[in-house]
């Protein structure tokens, strides 16, 4: 009867519960804790949108941030000053 219970819904967020306070306790590792990443699951169970939500983060994650991107080829740009020098090739 217990192992039935420990595989039911309530057992499961008793198990999180138990390991975000051990993770609490120890926090040995770095990034999102395991309990957390589990929460979110259980949500996205739950809710409509969550789903939704965790798939655009992932998709977030995977792309570039370039520090460059959409600013022109050749020279610098003083936005504070207001003035632009674009070189001319060759």
Do not use: T, Y
Not at 38 to 43: D, S
């Amino acid at each position: 009867m217990g192992w039935l219970w420990a595989v039911s819904l309530p057992g499961l967020v008793c198990l999180l519960v138990v390991l975000a306070f051990v993770e609490l306790v120890v926090r040995r590792r770095r990034g999102a804790p395991v309990s957390a990443v589990g929460f979110e699951q259980l949500g996205a169970a739950f809710e409509a949108g969550k789903a939704d939500e965790l798939e655009h983060r992932k998709a977030e994650l995977m792309l570039r941030d370039d520090a460059e991107e959409g600013a022109p080829p050749r020279g610098p740009i003083d936005l504070d000053g207001g003035v632009a020098r674009i070189k001319r090739p060759g």
